[in-house]
């Protein structure tokens, strides 16, 4: 046995407990209708599985059942499966705290004491570090499946409005808190989707859909978002109908107001890149809305504002984005330079008093760079090692700051700031049972196919051997501008201590390096996402890191993509593969709830010359009959922007196709979405799930099994 395994008995174990597991699973029977066929474009594709698109039916919730019963059934089969989930229970149980935010002339904090399915709001004193509750989640439904969405303080600090999402589905409903009495009003504002709510006087401005029938709630296309302004005090069906477009049905507009109520900020989009950007006076609510830029080139977003100037972040002729300034008295002049791009991306800005704290990245890092008043660069701010800012609030007046550091060996720490001597001092530090300082993350550049260098995160315990036999999980997602920077995850310690690796692969399709390392991911350019990492698995085999026997692979959403592109062009790569809630059918995505706006990053079947690249990566449509690594696909029943029928049918297919005898399994949650709000203790279970899989398909033994 290998060093880091305590029992020699288990191995024993181990070995007689996998002779036992059937080599051919049983699975569940699923229905092929030959009658359903597409022609794209001359071209014509079955789609056998298409009934599945149906969540509704009564078929498909019957196979949701069978396909559940038969991964419950192999995952009851492994006998370390509840070690994880005892283990994973006592690492998660400790306090996590929010950093510090100021609104309506007070401070808030969210806590979460350990197993607490959702994190509780609280009033803060921040000298005596006093917290008062103000919402519970956790009080929304019993089973903790209720969650918190975008919430919003008014500028008096009388009213907290919130949004409930149910099942985790992107519906929002919103109740509306009285602060001072602690009571809630009786507003109630339905069928808000990627809307948030900005306070203007007595009332908030949200952007909503038309209500959906209940069999199009979950999978029907969301289409014709409008803005409305609801008055406190009033019914729904009297709100203000503030912006609308007819013409365009797959449009939709997100609006915010300036800190001191003055404009209202309207951003109309199109896709998940580029924006045109609008302004409306609100000193007299019958203004009208002054277009500054109509087009969707570029992406602009409100930072702050100051009497008649508006700061807006911009990457329109600056790859690694920069900050505009707007002068309302004069707007036909448009936007002005403010801030300058620099030689790094720039992800976020925030103005505390007189000055503006740039969050830029710097080889997947954060850097801080602090400009002046009138944009002058005035230094960087030192920080507490290599990992990522979040979370930097200040007041208005600039004199109290706090900010949240994490690594991927970090826990998030918040730091409060002297903006004067620009000295960060430890406020508050999570306490985990963990020896974190036994483990280190170093950076390494890899080529891939094409000679781009990309870098990618490993982290691992001191000291580890480069054997070629070490777990390794290889994380990546590559898409829609996000880059994906140093975190703290509690499902990643179990693997790190069971001798594990867990590496973090910054592929292009991403953030990380401005706009032109994003387009470069895009469209008829996605292959360059696969091969960065599948180059990146090669690295770590011929690094001897791992083998292909002992590497498995991980994404989310877009990352889903990644991870059902790669095992089905390179099955032979891996031993293991986690496709999560992914997009899978890449000829039909923009067919269901918000797919439509993904067509920036990926384009569109029935555009002809996009269909021939998409069919060409389209796990769906190139899963062959071949020997596939150990799968589990996982969705969720209300996951209502990717809809379960894509992992519903790329698992049809591949247990169709699959010749060889690795499990190839559908996890289905219920009551659960996407991802957001997803209570602690069904993470719990899942990442419990993952783990034993992964060591079980790896005849990897756990340090912590109890006999």
């Not at 904090?109 to 609280?122: T, W």
């Not at 004069?330 to 403010?338: I, R, S």
């Not at 000295?423 to 993350?441: G, H, W």
Request: hydrophobic share 30%; glycine share 8%.
């Amino acid at each position: 046995m290998r060093p880091y395994i305590l029992f020699v008995l288990f191995a024993i174990l181990l070995t007689a407990c996998n002779s036992e597991m059937p080599k051919q699973l049983k699975y569940a029977e699923t229905f092929k209708d030959t009658t359903v066929v597409e022609n794209y474009h001359g071209t014509e594709l079955a789609d056998p599985y298409r009934w599945l698109e149906d969540d509704n039916s009564d078929e498909t919730v019957d196979w949701v059942k069978r396909q559940n019963a038969v991964t419950f059934d192999y995952l009851d089969g492994i006998p370390f499966r509840d070690a994880f989930k005892e283990r994973l229970e006592q690492l998660w149980n400790y306090e996590r705290l929010s950093t510090p935010f100021e609104s309506g002339g007070k401070y808030y904090q969210f806590k979460n004491d350990g197993l607490q399915n959702q994190s509780v709001m609280y009033a803060l004193d921040t000298d005596s570090k006093k917290l008062t509750e103000v919402l519970d989640p956790n009080k929304f439904s019993d089973d903790g499946t209720a969650s918190l969405g975008s919430y919003s303080i008014s500028d008096d600090g009388k009213y907290l409005a919130y949004q409930i999402s149910e099942g985790g589905s992107d519906w929002r409903s919103v109740k509306v808190l009285d602060l001072e009495s602690g009571k809630h009003t009786e507003d109630k504002v339905e069928w808000l989707k990627f809307s948030g709510m900005s306070w203007y006087k007595d009332g908030f401005f949200y952007g909503r859909y038309p209500e959906p029938t209940d069999d199009e709630a979950l999978s029907g296309a969301n289409e014709y978002h409008k803005l409305y302004y609801h008055k406190l005090g009033t019914d729904q069906s009297e709100d203000k109908l503030i912006y609308k477009d007819d013409k365009h049905p797959n449009r939709n507009v997100y609006a915010t107001t300036t800190s001191d109520e003055k404009y209202l900020i309207l951003s109309k989009v199109e896709s998940t890149s580029g924006n045109a950007f609008s302004v409306k006076d609100l000193s007299n609510i019958n203004n009208p809305i002054i277009d500054i830029v109509t087009g969707f080139d570029a992406d602009y977003s409100l930072v702050d504002s100051e009497g008649p100037i508006i700061y807006v972040q911009t990457n329109a002729g600056a790859p690694n984005l920069k900050v505009v300034k707007l002068d309302m008295r004069k707007p036909k002049a448009g936007f002005q330079e403010f801030i300058p791009e620099q030689d790094n991306t720039l992800r976020s800005v925030e103005k505390i008093g007189d000055r503006f704290f740039g969050n830029y990245m710097v080889d997947a890092s954060s850097q801080i760079k602090i400009f002046d008043k009138n944009g002058k660069l005035e230094q960087n701010m030192p920080l507490p090692g290599v990992g990522s800012i979040g979370g930097l609030n200040g007041n208005k007046k600039g004199d109290k700051i706090f900010y949240n550091f994490t690594s991927f060996t970090s826990p998030g720490t918040i730091y409060s700031l002297d903006p004067k001597t620009l000295k960060s001092t430890i406020y508050s530090q999570p306490k985990i049972d963990f020896p974190l300082d036994e483990y280190t993350t170093e950076q390494v550049w890899y080529t891939s196919y094409d000679g781009t260098k990309v870098p990618m995160f490993l982290t691992y315990k001191k000291g580890i051997k480069k054997d070629g036999a070490r777990p390794t999980l290889l994380y990546g997602y590559g898409g829609f501008d996000i880059p994906i920077l140093p975190s703290f995850n509690v499902t990643r310690l179990p693997l790190l201590e069971n001798g594990g690796i867990y590496a973090v692969a910054n592929i292009r399709g991403g953030g990380e390096f401005g706009s032109e390392w994003h387009k470069s991911g895009t469209k008829e350019r996605k292959q360059n996402v696969f091969d960065d990492f599948q180059s990146a698995a090669e690295y770590l085999i011929e690094q001897k890191y791992t083998s292909s026997e002992k590497l498995a692979i991980e994404g989310r959403s877009n990352g889903g993509l990644l991870v059902g592109a790669c095992m089905t062009q390179r099955p032979d790569l891996y031993k293991v593969a986690f496709p999560h809630v992914g997009v899978l059918d890449m000829l039909r995505y923009h067919e269901f709830t918000i797919g439509w706006a993904w067509a920036g990053d990926y384009g569109r079947s029935d555009d002809p010359e996009a269909f021939k690249y998409l069919k060409k990566y389209s796990p769906l449509h190139n899963v062959k009959e071949v020997a596939y690594p150990a799968t589990m696909v996982t969705t969720a029943d209300h996951d209502d922007r990717v809809v379960p029928a894509h992992s519903f049918k790329f698992i049809s297919e591949l247990q169709d196709k699959h010749t060889g005898t690795d499990p190839v399994l559908i996890r289905i949650e219920t009551s659960a979405g996407h991802g957001a709000g997803k209570p602690t203790s069904k993470r719990i279970e899942e990442a419990a799930d993952l783990l034993s899989f992964m060591y079980h398909n790896m005849e990897e033994g756990v340090k912590y099994y109890k006999n």
